[in-house]
């Protein structure tokens, strides 16, 4: 068996570890260029979402590497994610290939099908303290992927040359490849931290903070949203992403984990969003109003163009904007975005923050001292 | 005396305002690009070396527009800024109290929200060409009606024709439909206008809520017919301003923008730049699959600058190493150097 899986930002560092320790052979898709989008909107339906025509260009990219097996999660629900799994492997089937789908469905919907599919994903066998070491190991690698992506957000306009952050960032997550145990982990981590700190800062302290809330794909996949953290970051803009796949994991696996930041989202979004709308809607809302709590200046929503919850998101979003006095930029992604059109947007999004941020500055001085001295 | 350049370079014309310390506007040009920023960069230094006043100094220049950083290397710009912040902040200072701003270019149009001398929102149409000027000019051509008497032919239809405005496909054939049951040119006209005022609202307005006065510009505002649909949509209740300026607004911006941003040393290349020779190329990068298109940009044989790369790999030597071995390789095309008009295909 030649196992391949679909790119999430660093998803393939963590699941390099872990298939390998569980004994199965596995054909990474190749990164995503222009050409796994091209591939994926020639085969996959007009209308479906983008992240489906993607991880599609991620599967027949790999298959031609040499990959026999797919590994994909499903789902049930309002949201077409559940049935990306279903569609992608008629697609792939249509075409000739002789491959295996594996599709790990939520066990919630059927416990015999969950449990089969996880049986061939463990590597057909069960035992169960392998199983746990590779998966410590792993979410951990993947965690640390996670908190290494947000430093580059937050220090991007703290540091003196955002070349160098790059630099120490990139050779860290090559590194995290060949990572073999929780010790090796721990002390690649502490190398990269001193690393990270001993970049030569520009002493900056009057940034913009701007979140990153929507889908959680486009708002992740840095490849795919024309890298809007990066765009912000070379702005001067201090970015946060509320999107993180360890979270959405915590969260998918309740009541066994339970995630933190998700339960409170939830709760901030409960006064305009009571129910679940699909994907990730609820949560685009709730994070929305913790940025807006913790004072940040402005909120990105990404999102694939047609989505479904995320469209929803955006009508209850323009309520958070109002009553918070918020402002939030809309960007819908697709095989279809131009780059040229999203920059000049973002850029005016950044222009609106700083003009607003020194009207308020100017009033106050206008205006006296500040009201709560 | 003290004076602010501002450069917008936009797809369809490129617009040049030179400017005193108080914000009046000195001279100012607009110019059809064709398909070539640099030589309307030129055209446009050179109208405004002829019409700059007696000791005159330019200490600051601001770029805008599609292609405001080819500019901003070329004429040497302080700042270089997005189309939508020049619009707004040239609207903001002709008219302090503006609290909508509609902006209808010939490749994209624009919505800005302004509340209290502030921007407070923004909408940006760039995947449709059925709400901007091109839009206009196009049908212009098919009704065989110069762009320029579009407005005025408006005016004078006693009613409208209700032409589909979602698609510029679907309106030229519903258009071509209306003609044929016999309609006037001028009805017609006036429909066309009426349907890119609702494809504008339709598409950037959504759920925002437009408030007066609103200040109208871009190239398309010199249209009265336009501006005459716009008022009718607001049923006359809303008030909106044309400012004489409305081609320009956009350089005009820049211009502010450069004064406010203040440079202690201008980065301004002189009026000598149009005796320079500008050179921009292109190769496809194929090191993977992502195919970036990379564009040099050359003063004689030095790389000033070069854009397109996503990984960010390209240096100026590397960029020209590659270029030269393209030479090498790919034989130029040969063009025919005379063609006869008439039988020729390209310009006949």
Redesign the interface.
């Known amino acids: 068996m030649r196992a391949t899986f679909p790119h999430l930002l660093h998803l393939d560092i963590a699941l390099g570890i872990l298939y390998p320790t569980l004994g199965i052979e596995i054909v990474p898709p190749?990164?995503i260029?222009?050409?796994?989008i091209e591939i994926g909107v020639k085969l996959a339906p007009q209308n479906a979402c983008f992240p489906l025509k993607v991880t599609l260009g991620n599967f027949i990219e790999a298959i031609e590497k040499g990959a026999d097996t797919i590994f994909m999660v499903g789902g049930v629900g309002p949201c077409r994610f559940g049935y990306y799994g279903q569609m992608q492997r008629l697609i792939i089937e249509d075409l000739g290939y002789k491959v295996r789908f594996v599709l790990l469905d939520h066990p919630r919907y059927g416990i015999r099908p969950f449990l089969d599919a996880l049986r061939t994903m463990a590597g057909g066998r069960i035992s169960l303290p392998r199983i746990i070491k590779a998966v410590r190991l792993s979410w951990g690698v993947l965690r640390f992927t996670e908190e290494l992506e947000a430093q580059r957000r937050a220090l991007r306009c703290q540091v003196e040359n955002p070349q160098n952050l790059d630099q120490v960032i990139d050779q860290t997550l090559e590194a995290l490849r060949s990572v073999a145990s929780l010790e090796e982990l721990e002390a690649l981590k502490k190398r990269a931290a001193e690393e990270i700190a001993s970049l030569p800062r520009n002493g900056r302290k009057d940034f913009l903070r701007v979140g990153i809330v929507g889908e959680v794909y486009i708002a992740q996949e840095t490849r795919v949203n024309f890298n809007v953290e990066r765009l912000l970051g070379d702005l001067g803009v201090y970015v946060h992403n509320s999107v993180s796949t360890v979270e959405y994991i915590l969260h998918t696996l309740r009541p066994i984990t339970r995630s933190k930041e998700k339960i409170e989202a939830w709760k901030l979004a409960k006064p305009y969003l009571k129910r679940f709308v699909g994907g990730e809607g609820i949560d685009s809302v709730g994070s929305a109003i913790r940025y807006a709590r913790e004072g940040f200046d402005g909120v990105v929503h990404l999102y694939p163009f047609t989505c479904m919850p995320e469209i929803v998101a955006k009508g209850v979003l323009?309520a958070v904007s109002r009553d918070f006095d918020l402002?939030i930029l809309h960007l819908a992604i697709d095989e279809?975005s131009?780059e040229?059109?999203l920059?000049?947007?973002v850029?005016?999004f950044v222009?609106?923050l700083e003009?607003?941020r020194w009207?308020r500055k100017r009033r106050l001085e206008h205006d006296g001292a500040f009201p709560w001295r | 005396m003290e004076l602010f350049l501002g450069v917008d370079v936009g797809s369809v014309t490129t617009k040049f305002v030179l400017m005193d310390k108080t914000k009046r506007i000195v001279a100012s040009c607009y110019l059809r690009t064709s398909g070539d920023p640099i030589a309307a960069l030129k055209e446009g230094l050179r109208y405004i070396e002829r019409h700059m006043p007696e000791g005159g100094v330019i200490c600051g220049v601001g770029t805008t527009g599609?292609a405001r950083h080819l500019a901003g290397v070329i004429v040497g710009a302080d700042i270089v800024?997005?189309?939508?912040?020049a619009h707004a902040v040239a609207a903001i200072t002709k008219v302090p109290d503006v609290r909508t701003v509609f902006e209808i270019g010939g490749q994209?149009s624009k919505l800005i929200i302004i509340r209290?001398?502030?921007?407070?929102?923004?909408a940006?149409n760039?995947?449709c060409a059925a709400g901007t000027g091109s839009f206009l000019e196009h049908q212009a051509v098919r009704l065989n009606v110069p762009i320029e008497e579009f407005g005025k032919l408006a005016l004078q239809a006693r009613q409208s024709v209700r032409i589909a405005g979602r698609c510029t496909v679907f309106a030229e054939s519903d258009m071509i439909h209306k003609q044929q049951l016999g309609f006037g040119k001028a009805e017609i006209v006036k429909g066309l206008c009426e349907a890119l005022v609702r494809n504008f609202i339709n598409n950037l307005a959504a759920?925002r809520e437009i408030e007066d006065p609103i200040v109208f510009q871009g190239g398309v505002a010199a249209n009265q017919g336009m501006v005459q649909a716009f008022r009718d949509f607001f049923g006359g209740k809303k008030r909106i301003i044309v400012p004489e300026e409305h081609g320009v607004m956009g350089a005009w911006g820049a211009a502010i923008l450069a004064m406010e941003y203040a440079p202690e040393k201008t980065a301004f290349q002189g009026f000598s730049v149009v005796e320079r020779n500008f050179t921009s190329r292109s190769f496809t990068c194929t090191d993977?699959?992502?195919?970036c298109e990379i564009v040099v940009l050359k003063e004689d044989n030095q790389v000033r600058a070069l854009w397109g790369s996503r990984c960010g790999k390209w240096t100026p030597e590397t960029a020209t190493n590659r270029l030269e071995e393209e030479e090498d390789t790919v034989p130029s095309l040969v063009f025919p150097t005379e063609c006869v008009p008439g039988r020729c295909a390209m310009h006949g």
């Open positions: 190749p990164p260029t222009q050409k796994t323009q402002p279809h131009g040229a059109g920059v000049t947007r850029e005016a222009d609106v003009r607003r009207e | 599609s800024k997005n189309e939508i912040t994209d209290n001398g502030v921007v407070e929102d923004f940006m760039t995947v759920s993977c699959p992502n195919a």
